[in-house]
């Protein structure tokens, strides 16, 4: 017996784990090839039916019908595509794994037999009856549903409420110090989560409307991220294997750059003149080969498929809507723009609440371009992607604590498919679609920061002229500085850095996020380590002021019913996404 979804928020029945294992990457297409503004057309959900399709999408056919009408070459191929890929997969798989373990002269061979195990765990999935897996995880989700309904409701909100704090603290009070910070600095931080979460709550819209379980629930899933990554041994080496990866993928980008732009430096009267340390030459190739990766991943809805099946499984754990999951998910990996993107059709139709919550959740993460870039300056490449990964959780708390929602969404326990509706004609095409919405970026990146640095150089002469008067040094950074030099504190950044880190927070929130790096990098070996880690941590994330602007005018294009909505919630969207990235900070400073 299923639970109804009415007994408990979270039940999980039977078809929708049966239509989770049956997907798969070619099975999500765009929604939508034209704006539309009908309610009925906007509510488009991935529900399982019979075939296995997904209502409002649609779909490759490759079902029985179809084969049998086929009358080609190779009708025997063709009635069994599937299964001979599947087999062909597994034995490519097997034949490079076997040979790979056994001679292993080099490399990490525990990540490629985690990557092994993953896609061996998926062709046996996908060829297992329907109900084999989901009927026993559904069993046990929604037998311990139950269980939990039979609890007084007392027992429930002390063990729910109760439990992510205890066990923060005594991971922060228990472990011995260490290079990587004392106790005195971890408690600090889990005040500093205190405080913030507090000062969240003073701010809120509305307070009543706070659903403190999606709150302690999204901060316990940081925790656990943080302390897979960060404290797991096995977890730490898989994203430092992912980090080394990215990092490697920067040399693909080096040999564009240099057939492109000449050799790396040239030789002048004996001095040698290095090329590729301006940002220029060094951040914008990165950026346009990854929006090139991108775009053809799109065009084989690769990232749709991630970014679906992963709303799928956040939908039953953190009690959000179907649009939020999927710009929440994808933010990370896409970046905030095309996040947005993603969940466009459904833009005219969000709530107040869900609005912000898109938002925040592109200014509380960065792109994997503007990761790869960021690298390229000297960056923490592990802090980064795992600070991305944590604060994904922390912007639906913050969001959900600033602007609690108050409707109902339209795709309130829906997970929804992620809109494409620009297919290309081949993978071709795609790259090079890529690899023009990549200069674009570009573009904007190098605008932006040439407007932005001159104007505050202008600001700064400025306040510099009246303060000589006085005769003190002022700058904008510095103001900044003072500004953030509490939340420094807070994080737990250790005494004697706290005026760095917070300086380079300041110019983060001023400027950028690769004007901040920039300075902070040609430092960071100069500090403690739990400064580098917990700054890097603190400024890795889109909230800034020329955000702010990106953003409205990409929602405008949207949805231009809702500009001045949009307009209203942006600054505080941006707040918010700073406060995440802080908070993830402070999970940081804790298990770390």
Not at 38 to 62: A, E
Not at 207 to 220: L, P
Not at 243 to 248: G, P, T, V
Not at 536 to 565: E, H, K
């Amino acid at each position: 017996m299923v639970m109804s979804k009415g007994s408990h928020p979270h039940a999980i029945d039977d078809e929708k784990l049966d239509f989770i294992e049956s997907q798969t990457a070619s099975d999500v297409e765009d929604l939508v090839d034209e704006p539309v503004h009908t309610q009925s057309q906007y509510h488009k959900t991935i529900k399982g039916n019979n075939n296995g399709s997904i209502n409002g999408s649609i779909i490759s056919p490759d079902s029985d019908s179809a084969a049998s009408s086929y009358h080609g070459r190779f009708p025997v191929y063709h009635r069994n595509k599937s299964l001979i890929q599947h087999i062909t997969t597994f034995l490519v798989c097997t034949g490079l794994y076997i040979p790979a373990v056994v001679i292993h002269e080099e490399g990490n061979i525990l990540v490629l037999t985690l990557l092994y195990a993953a896609v061996l765990s998926w062709l046996i999935i996908r060829h297992l009856p329907q109900g084999l897996i989901s009927r026993p995880v559904s069993t046990v989700w929604n037998g311990g549903a139950r269980a939990i309904d039979r609890l007084p409701s007392w027992l429930v909100r002390a063990i729910g409420f109760g439990v992510p704090p205890v066990v923060l603290i005594l991971t922060a009070a228990l472990r011995p110090d260490d290079a990587q910070g004392t106790r005195g600095q971890r408690l600090i931080s889990c005040l500093g989560l205190v405080v913030l979460v507090l000062m969240a709550t003073a701010c809120s819209k509305n307070r009543k409307a706070i659903s403190w379980k999606i709150v302690w629930t999204g901060i316990f899933i940081q925790y656990i991220l943080g302390v897979l990554i960060i404290r797991w041994s096995v977890g730490y080496n898989v994203f430092q294997f992912i980090s080394a990866q990215a990092e490697n993928f920067l040399g693909y980008a080096s040999q564009g750059r240099d057939f492109v732009f000449g050799p790396n430096s040239v030789t002048y009267n004996g001095t040698v003149i290095p090329f590729a340390s301006s940002f220029a030459v060094t951040v914008l190739p990165a950026i346009i080969l990854f929006a090139s990766v991108i775009q053809c991943l799109y065009f084989y809805n690769v990232v749709q498929c991630v970014v679906a099946n992963i709303a799928r499984v956040i939908i039953h754990i953190i009690d959000i809507s179907g649009v939020e999951c999927v710009a929440a998910c994808s933010a990370p990996f896409v970046g905030m723009s095309e996040a947005s993107m993603l969940v466009g059709p459904f833009v005219s139709e969000m709530t107040e609440a869900e609005l912000h919550q898109v938002l925040t959740s592109g200014f509380a993460t960065i792109s994997g371009s503007v990761f790869l870039g960021l690298l390229t300056l000297g960056a923490d490449s592990t802090a980064l992607l795992t600070c991305c990964m944590m604060s994904v959780p922390c912007a639906i708390v913050i969001s959900k604590i600033r602007f609690p929602e108050e409707d109902v969404p339209l795709t309130k326990g829906s997970a929804v498919a992620p809109a494409y509706k620009d297919r290309e004609a081949n993978a071709i095409h795609a790259i090079s679609n890529g690899a023009i919405f990549g200069i674009k970026l570009c573009i904007v990146v190098v605008a932006v920061l040439l407007a932005v640095i001159s104007i505050l150089a202008l600001a700064d002469g400025f306040l510099g002229w009246i303060f000589l008067f006085y005769g003190v040094e002022m700058s904008i950074e510095r103001l900044a500085s003072w500004v953030l030099f509490p939340f420094a504190w807070l994080i737990g950044i250790p005494t004697q850095d706290l005026a760095v880190s917070a300086q380079a927070m300041g110019v983060k929130y001023i400027l950028n996020e690769f004007a901040a790096f920039a300075s902070f990098t040609q430092i960071q070996d100069t500090l403690q380590p739990r400064t580098k880690l917990l700054t890097t941590y603190a400024m890795a994330s889109f909230a800034n002021i020329g955000s702010i602007g990106t953003q409205i005018s990409l929602f405008m294009t949207l949805a231009p019913d809702r500009a001045v909505v949009i307009a209203q919630l942006s600054l505080s969207a941006c707040l918010s996404g700073a406060v995440s990235t802080l908070i993830s900070a402070c999970i940081a400073g804790i298990v770390s």
